[in-house]
């Protein structure tokens, strides 16, 4: 199990973040919170299965707050459009040891309704 390491920043930033971290998204602010799962392929071999990645965040809007577990490239409804991890490094290498928390660093993106 993984989890949270760090200080939290309460000041969102665009760009990449890292956990803890809180990332203006175009609307709602996302905070990274852990890592649930990262069994991806590493880079520097063929994988049969390709793994996933799963990282939990809290989505923060006006007067209230979610939790979610995304995966990336998949939406997740988030009140008026949808939010997604759209990257997350670094990526696993067989050639270095487990990907330390303080290493991480995603990328999301929020598409606003109508």
Known sequence: MLFL???A????????VRLGQMAAV???RVRADRVIEDSRCPTDVQCVQAGRLIVRVTVFGGGW?????LQPGV??????????LVEATPLPRTTRPRTRMHAY???FNFQGGL
């Open 5 to 7: 390491i760090g200080c």
């Open 9 to 16: 920043s309460t000041r969102p930033v665009e760009g990449p």
């Open 26 to 28: 175009n609307g709602p």
């Open 65 to 69: 707050s979610r939790q979610f577990d």
């Open 75 to 84: 939406p997740v409804h988030v009140a008026d459009g949808s939010l997604t």
């Open 105 to 107: 660093s995603f990328t």
